[in-house]
Nanobody, 129 residues
């Protein structure tokens, strides 16, 4: 079983930056063999895909509104996946969740939250205008 912990959220002004971290505190062996995705949920809305990265970091995918502003990366030696967010907008305000899914090396990335097996507790990101 993988236990995920998000950190790095907070309050930032529009145009600012934040870096979220998703660390595996348990199940690190499985985590290193898992693709990881970031999703977010704004009040009153469904949880939406933001970005995902393959188990070795060689492939990534982004939601359209994240492209060019957000960068997902990972450091398997630290059992951590990052989401660097720049040029933040008020509409980026949400609770951000990371999820992991164990995959084979050549598995395609998934933007569907139902594909992910383990989730963190979520972290608030608030962007003020």
């Amino acid at each position: 079983q993988v236990q995920l912990v998000e950190s790095g959220g907070g309050l930032v002004q529009a145009g600012g930056s934040l870096r979220l971290s998703c660390a595996a505190s348990r199940g690190t062996y499985m985590f290193s063999r898992s693709s990881v995705g970031w999703f977010r949920q704004a009040p009153g809305k469904e949880r939406d895909f933001v970005a995902t990265i393959s188990r070795n970091g060689g492939a990534t995918d982004y939601a359209d509104d994240a492209k060019g502003r957000f960068t997902i990366s990972r450091d398997n030696a630290k059992n951590t996946v990052y989401l660097q967010m720049t040029n933040l907008k008020p509409e980026d305000t949400a609770i951000y969740y990371c999820g992991s899914r164990q995959t084979i090396l050549t598995a395609p990335l998934s933007t569907d939250q139902r594909a992910y097996e383990y989730w963190g507790q979520g972290i608030q990101v608030t962007v003020s205008s």
